[in-house]
């Protein structure tokens, strides 16, 4: 039995006892061990790169916050009708340069903005425009007096320099309280006389050429196509609405013969 199995040990058979085991775990321990480390150390590089990336994330979203904080700040110290009047000046670019534009290629900058108006968009100013200042006819003496001083100022177009020698000359003089002399102080100038005197002849002028305004009715019949065809019918029923009142009232009616 025993020379058995030492020719079996020399045949290279495993021990029953599990010696030859033993051998093969050893062999395969260290590389199993290193490719642990490595997983590990994959993942630690993983984890780190993404906490990088939410480093750079962080840093980005608080230099925008700055940066948002530092422009409401800016604006909130900015006039309330800030953004109208940027929009306006940028308007106002726009107009200019479309003029000279305009100018160098020989063409009517006004026609040229006209065909590039839609039919909405005048229709829709021209209701802006009716609604800003409605002109509904003449009401009171107080109305038509208000009507007539709001025209008026927006006219002028004062000389800012002119103003400034007069306030020089003057002084406080210039500004009158109820215990000022003013009779014989101030000497108005040939320009102004003569601006007055023209803007005398423009309102006589006008108002000899008035026609007083009647109020539209948007309860009267339409029975006309136009502003033309309008005032024709007005006309024909001024002279002939006797003749033809029966007439019309049997038509509408549906009794006519």
Known sequence: MAAAVSALSGLGAPDPDGGGSSGS??????????????????????????????????????????????????????????????????????????????????????????LEISAEEADRWER????????????????AQLRQYQRLTRQIKPDLEQYEKLKEQYGEALYPTSDSLLHGSHVPSKEGVDRMVADLEKQ?????????????????????????NAKFNKKAERFYGKYTAEIKQNLERGTAI
């Open 204 to 228: 006589i002028e006008k108002r000899e050429k008035y026609s007083r305004r009647r109020p539209y009715n948007d309860d009267a019949d339409i029975d006309y196509i136009n502003e033309r």
């Open 128 to 143: 802006k425009k009716k609604k800003k200042n409605p002109d509904l006819g003449f009401s009171d003496y107080a109305s």
């Open 25 to 114: 775990e050893d062999e395969a321990g260290p590389g199993s061990a290193a490719e642990a480390e490595a997983a590990a150390a994959q993942r630690r590089e993983e984890r780190l790169r993404r906490f990088r990336e939410l480093h750079m994330k962080r840093n980005e979203a608080r230099k925008l916050n700055h940066q948002e904080v530092v422009e409401e700040d800016k604006r909130r110290k900015l006039p309330p009708n800030w953004e109208a009047k940027k929009a306006r000046l940028e308007w106002e670019l726009k107009v200019e340069q479309k003029k000279k534009e305009c100018a160098a290629r020989g063409e009517d900058y006004e026609r040229v903005r006209l």
